[in-house]
């Protein structure tokens, strides 16, 4: 059974102690047994979801899910390998994470590369070993071994994904700085404020008019540029950073170095991450989902990989870590390959390359992978040195849903709109008084000529400073009465709401994991073993 005929059988269930009556059954203890059951059944799965929609990790959870859903195998409510997947995480596994706090608290609560403290604790401390079952068998030193470091390893993965140590304690030194197209300081608002008046008015006269001969024969002029000269005092310190109404904060990974198009990432200010050695650690998804909440963006992450077995699990891999950590932290995040992918191989006539030799495992997987894909693997790079332009629109088409690059043309537009509103209510504010700043300008214009021929020394005897003092009385505007209807309303983000991406947080925990799967392409070639009949 799945979740949705569970949830309808209950409902079922509930219609019949309805009103009085089913109160009164309820309060009397005599449901049936079977709605008690049920009634249990339900407790567990909303706990359940609830626990894994807040990233708090148990395979008893998935348990839960399991049953409900009636499949046997917890494989159907996981996306990766028992041991690879966070979700899946036992009581061993916790244990784990206990060893390492205690460890990393007993050498200082460090701030250190997992190598460095492996050095420290030589020695010093001994951990379980258990067989494939989990059963303890014995205990051993810590040692400078591949088996010891391996273990280290693998406390400090579980130790942060229990949430017991903070997930940046641990240093990484494997995977280069992403290059951001921007930072913190970018969002800063400084907003426009109507209540000060940042213009100076004596700047008005002494400055743009003169107090001699400079004053406009023609008074709209006049009037056209004092009020300019007051709004671009106001809207001088004014910034409306159009990336700060952008929902998505947006970045581009890939398993190697060097073929991000930086041009690309700067049209859509995106961090470029590159991947270390093929490998996209925690530290890389706990890096990028706390640049998200920094900026209370939703995270967005494309991804740019071979086309081969190797490629085509990191996107499943980078998702689940995602997935768990932005639960965590309480950050929508989102997911999706977008290169290379085999219509693209096929559209642009990339070439084949020998898959690469390895181990048995990987061997296997390669054989199993061909078979699914009817052809050798492509390296990314080949899409990016043969078609480069269409290489580039190729991430441009796949991003550009999600940022809106017509904002900062709307909020200027916004702006100036704003601006003539308040030119008009300015002019309006000093329009009353026309007839009589003409006449103070005339007397001014006059008075200060004839300043001019007697000096400094006659400056008192006729008065000017009282009647300019008045003069500037008359022309200061009261911002805050005259443009108190006008308001400053920057435009959103146009911008698409993502599906079908591989991984959307704001699904249920059995929804994503059916993305999961129809993404596999070891899944698609059971299904479809299995739906003729092999």
């Known amino acids: 059974m799945n979740i949705t005929e569970f949830e309808l059988k209950y409902k079922e269930y509930i219609l019949q102690f309805e009103g009085e009556t089913g109160k009164k059954a309820i309060l009397d203890n005599k449901l049936t047994k079977q709605f008690k059951k049920w009634f249990k059944q339900k407790r567990k799965i909303e706990k359940a979801y609830s626990m894994i929609s807040q990233g708090i990790i148990g395979v008893e959870y998935l348990k839960t899910l399991k049953r409900a859903c009636g499949v046997k195998n917890l494989k159907d409510v996981t996306a990766l390998s028992p041991l690879a997947d966070p979700f899946r995480a036992t009581k061993v596994d916790r244990e784990k994470a206990e060893w390492f706090l205690d460890v990393w608290e007993k050498e200082g609560s460090l701030n250190i590369h997992p190598r460095g403290l492996h050095y420290r604790i030589l020695g010093k401390y001994t951990y379980k070993l258990r067989d494939n079952q989990g059963n303890h068998i014995g205990d051993r030193e810590y040692e400078n071994t591949s088996q010891s470091w391996h273990h280290l390893l693998n406390t400090c993965k579980w130790a942060r994904y229990f ?78 950073p159009s990336i700060k109404e952008q929902p998505n904060y947006i970045e581009i990974w890939a398993e190697k170095q060097g073929v991000i198009p930086e041009n690309v990432a700067r049209e859509f200010k995106a961090t470029v991450r590159p991947a270390g050695g093929g490998e996209f650690s925690i530290n890389m998804c706990y890096d990028a989902i706390k640049c998200a909440k920094q900026r209370k963006k939703n995270l967005f992450i494309f991804m740019l990989v071979d086309f081969d077995p190797k490629g085509e699990d990191m996107p499943k891999s ?10 965590q932290m309480g950050v929508i995040a989102f997911v999706e390959p977008i290169g290379l992918t085999e219509e693209q191989c096929i559209e642009h006539e990339l070439p084949q390359i020998p898959a690469k030799t390895g181990g048995k495992a990987y061997e296997t997987l390669t054989e199993t992978w061909k078979k699914s894909r009817g052809r050798d693997p492509t390296e990314l790079n080949s899409f990016m040195a043969l078609k480069p332009e269409e290489y580039n629109e190729t991430i441009r088409n796949a991003i550009s849903p999600y940022y809106d690059s017509t904002l900062n043309e709307k909020i200027e537009k916004v702006i100036k709109e704003v601006k003539d509103d308040i030119k008009i209510e300015l002019k309006k504010n000093i329009e009353k008084y026309r007839e009589e700043i003409i006449k103070f300008q005339r007397i001014i214009k006059t008075k200060f000529e004839y300043l001019n021929k007697i000096i400094n020394k006659k400056k008192e005897e006729i008065g000017i400073d009282k009647i300019v003092d008045d003069y500037k009385k008359l022309l200061k505007p009261n911002l805050k009465e005259s443009l108190k209807g006008i308001k400053l309303e920057i435009p959103k983000a146009d911008v698409s709401d993502p599906v079908n991406v591989l991984l959307d947080t704001r699904r249920n925990y059995l929804e994503q994991i059916d993305y999961y799967k129809d993404f596999d392409y070891r899944y698609k070639l059971i299904k479809g073993a299995k739906e003729n009949g092999n």
């Open 163 to 240: 949430q017991l140590v903070d997930y940046d304690v641990i240093k990484d030194m494997k995977n280069p700085r992403p290059l951001k197209n921007y930072y913190l300081n970018d969002l800063i608002y400084n907003e426009l404020d109507l209540d000060v008046v940042i213009y100076d008015v004596e700047d008005g006269v002494n400055d743009y008019y003169g107090l001699s001969t400079n004053f406009y024969d023609d008074i709209n002029d006049f009037m056209d540029i004092y009020t300019s000269n007051i709004i671009n005092s106001l809207f001088n310190d004014v910034k409306y």
């Open 318 to 327: 980078v998702a689940r870590k995602v997935e768990l950590i932005a639960k």
